[in-house]
């Protein structure tokens, strides 16, 4: 398993964009609950060349099963809890709870703002009658968050959307 090291969850935090955005999705996996081997199925099979790279950067380090990572001795343990956005999600991971999330984050963060571009996400989401074309209106829609609020809360949002995907769909987007 592998997690996030200090240096992974600064990355993360706003204004500490050093890494590109595959780089950055894949410090949002290593949660250590996701394996190395479907870590590295990532990106059409260029996760194993990330992940080597964000080891070799010291942006991620391995786990072993139930046991935290050993500390070198000059640097300081590192908690074993990843910081994540939002409340935990205990359901099933399926096309139709990530439609609903953003049609709810659609309504809420644009409506009030701009009915013409919740208008366009909710007939997008309507149309996207597959996972690739769900998946292009959730990246779409993204971009405008981050936009609007910011890189921090565009990332909170992308975060939880892949917890809400089915497992295998990431896997084979880029």
Partial sequence: ML??????RLELRPGHRSLGQRER???????????ESKMAELFQGDGRRL??????????????????PSPSPESPPQPRTPASHGEQF??????AT???????????????????????????????????????????????VEALAGSERADGISERLAKLLPAGLLENSA
Avoid: C, W
């Fill in 90 to 95: 205990a359901g099933t991971r399926s096309l």
């Fill in 3 to 8: 997690i996030k090291t200090e240096k992974g």
């Fill in 98 to 144: 990530a439609r609903m999330f953003l049609f709810d984050l659609s309504e809420r963060l644009f409506a009030p703002r701009d009915k013409a571009l919740a208008n366009r996400y909710r007939d997008a989401l309507r149309e996207a009658r597959d996972p690739e074309a769900m998946l292009a209106v959730g990246r779409a829609l993204i971009a405008d």
């Fill in 51 to 68: 992940i080597d790279q964000l080891l070799a950067q010291g942006y991620l380090v391995r786990e072993a099963s139930g046991v935290g």
């Fill in 25 to 35: 999705a894949m410090l949002l996996v290593a949660d250590g609950q996701q394996s």
